[in-house]
């Protein structure tokens, strides 16, 4: 199967995707063939009271991880995507199911070399968090330490490949269709996208750089990084201390509870999985 032929199947199923949300708009506007729009438009709904930004990222959702995180990356696009279209895409976060327990349990055994039960006390059955890259569960040392484990989604890296390859195709062909597009660089832009997301993808980056950050921090009482369990650490596992507290922007929270939010303690914490 040819590249292009591969990616034309795949475009037609995201097409298909975004018509069932009501966001064909969005194919408009990077100039298909006005046939093609209109047979899409026949797939649609009725269009909901929603704008097109809110449509774009429930297709986002429904097309998986990949799009959900390429959707987070654009939303800073003000330049490209107009404001409103940019900050409805900046609500794309933590809006993935989560996949089974069994799975994280054998992904962290894989990854590890040891059986579950001898990793850990305890094991949440019921996720904590989960998102485009990983999800969290909340465990128990067989030392008495809780901890919080960030593991990352089965399939992850193939899937990312895949619509990377397809991403790269399509800025190629709307660079050829849309020559005052070429400013724009999106090719650039997904480049820039795959190699951010190459290196979210390697756990052990995220470790090391938060423990860059707790030598820096070392001293000072106002910032704290939760320490990185390293034995239960690898590239598709990332094991740290877990921290209690309240969210930074939950203000009313933090001043019913007393805190002076002048003197609000700040603790680094694992980006969103």
Known sequence: MTRTFRNVLRLIAIAQTLARHSAIDALEAVGLPRPLIWALRHLEPRAPNMPLGARLAAAAVALGPSFIKFGQALSPRADLLGAELAADLGQLRDRLPPFSTAKAKEVVETELGANIDDLFATFDDKPAAAASIAQVHFATTRDGHSVAVKILR????????????????????????????????????????????????????????????????????????????????????????????????????????????????????????
Request: include cysteine; charge should be negative.
């Open 154 to 273: 089965p399939g992850i890296e193939q899937a990312f490949a895949r619509d990377i390859d397809l991403l790269l195709w399509l800025a190629g062909w709307i660079a050829h269709a849309k020559p005052a597009w070429r400013r724009l660089r999106l090719r650039e832009s997904v480049e820039t996208f795959a190699n951010m997301v190459q290196v979210e993808m390697d756990l052990r980056m995220e470790a090391a750089a938060a423990s860059e950050l707790a030598e820096n921090f070392e001293g000072d009482t106002s910032y704290r990084v939760p320490t990185i369990d390293w034995p239960r650490t690898s590239r598709r596992v990332l094991t740290t201390a877990r921290v209690f507290g309240t969210p930074i922007d939950q203000v009313q929270e933090l001043a019913s509870a007393g805190h002076n939010l002048d003197k609000v303690c700040l603790l680094y914490t694992s980006p969103s999985p």
